[in-house]
C-alpha cells in the first residue's frame, strides 16, 4: 500500500505480549473494514461451536477485504476482537494464538480483545 507505519509503546512501560499501544500510520490511504463474522462466501457460518474454525474464517475474510484494498494483514492498524464465550477461549487460546500467527506473523496492531 505504500502506507508506513510505526510500532509505539510508551518508553516507560514494559512491553506487552500480544498487542501494541499505539501504531502511527502515515500516508495517503486509508481503509475502513466493517466487522467480520464467521460467514463463508455464501453467507454460511462456518464452525458453529468451535471458536477456532470461527475465528480462523474471521480472519480468513479480514485478509480478503484487504486484498480487495490493495492491502495486507500487516498494514493493519487497529482490531478490535469480540468473543462472546470466556471459558472457550480461554480453553482454546493458545491454537487461536497459532492462528492468529498464520495470519499476521508477530505484528500486533493496537488491540482491543
Not at 40 to 65: A, H
Not at 66 to 81: E, F, H, K
Not at 95 to 100: K, L, R
Request: a positive charge; glycine letters at 10%.
Amino acid at each position: 500500500m505504500g502506507n508506513g507505519k510505526e510500532v509505539l509503546n510508551p518508553p516507560a512501560w514494559k512491553r506487552p505480549r500480544g498487542f501494541s499501544h499505539l501504531v502511527k500510520a502515515t500516508g495517503t490511504t486509508i481503509l475502513f473494514a466493517a466487522g467480520q463474522t464467521a460467514r463463508d462466501t455464501e453467507g454460511n457460518i462456518i464452525g458453529v461451536g468451535d471458536i477456532c474454525q470461527q475465528y480462523e474464517q474471521i480472519l480468513k475474510n479480514i485478509q480478503e477485504i484487504m486484498s480487495t484494498g490493495g492491502a495486507a494483514m500487516s498494514d493493519i492498524v487497529r482490531l478490535t476482537i469480540y468473543c462472546t464465550n470466556r471459558d472457550a477461549y480461554l480453553e482454546k487460546g493458545k491454537e487461536c494464538s497459532q492462528i492468529y500467527k498464520k495470519y499476521f506473523g508477530d505484528y500486533y496492531p493496537a488491540m482491543t480483545f
